[in-house]
């Protein structure tokens, strides 16, 4: 599928940080509406949270979404029913930013699957000049992989950091299993850690086959600590103890085994 990215900056005029929807609009009844429809947008917010909102609607949407830096401001607008691209821009007013497309068929629109909005003081970037993304909010559907591993780590962090990280479950879960980059995907096991509760077959899935020894062990580990009591993940920590192809592994697994069953006791 071929991409074509718009270059230059977009600046088309729309709803001013913290103030009233252009006269016409709706009138927002809620202070936070996000509704995503075969990439049509609607909203009703008022004082959210740009970076908030802009998050909610890429993982709504599937839109991979980049930003150089935190948002602080607070946005008021609503409108309904709108193309995806053209919300955003009402949403983002006075902020740079680049938008990304995706080439379709004949017979179906072109669809957005990128933004990055840059940081302020930015505004005369040249085109074709890439933007310096420092903070990413990865999706299930779009972990931006043309960003270093190094960016897409510190994108799983924040999100472990964030404030109620269970919503990002999902997105952990597929960055453990998509992302090409060991370390990345120890950084969402780490993640993992930090919740009070997650699934346990897909780690058990990640210990049995990730390529990368490390992250086969961290798996176990995790597994070794939430697992207790569950007959399938003390079949998995037998298996690995006699059967992963990496001498360390299985030692490991061993330890872990024993903890496993002595905790039974």
Do not use: C, W
């Not at 979404?65 to 309904?80: I, S």
């Amino acid at each position: 599928m071929a991409v074509l990215v718009v270059g230059g900056l977009l600046f088309q005029p729309a709803a001013r940080p913290d103030r009233a929807s252009a006269a016409g609009d709706p009138t927002p009844r809620s202070s936070f509406v996000v509704q995503v429809n075969r990439s049509r947008l609607t909203v009703r917010l008022q004082r959210i949270p740009l970076q908030m909102a802009l998050t909610v609607i890429a993982r709504k949407s599937g839109l991979a979404l980049a930003l150089e830096e935190p948002l602080a401001e607070r946005v008021t607008v609503a409108f309904d029913d709108l193309p995806l691209d053209e919300g955003l821009r009402r949403l983002l007013g006075p902020r740079s930013y680049i938008l990304s497309y995706a080439e379709a068929g004949p017979s179906e629109p072109v669809g957005v699957t990128k933004l990055v909005v840059l940081a302020k003081g930015r505004e005369r970037l040249r085109a074709g000049e890439a933007p310096a993304v420092r903070f990413v909010v990865p999706t299930p559907q779009a972990m931006p992989a043309e960003l270093d591993a190094a960016r897409r780590r510190e994108a799983v962090e924040e999100l472990a950091a964030s404030e109620e990280p269970g919503r990002h479950l999902n997105i952990l879960l597929a960055v453990l299993k998509q992302d090409e980059d060991s370390d990345v995907r120890e950084a969402a096991l780490d993640a993992l850690e930090s919740l009070e509760t997650f699934p346990l077959e897909p780690l058990a899935e990640v210990a049995m086959r990730d390529p990368q020894p490390s992250v086969r062990m961290r798996a176990l580990e995790l597994l070794g600590e939430r697992g207790k009591n569950d007959r399938g993940v003390e079949a998995v920590l037998q298996r690995a103890s006699t059967a992963d192809p990496d001498d360390e592994v299985r030692e490991a697994a061993s330890s872990f085994l024993d903890s496993f069953n002595n905790e039974d006791r």
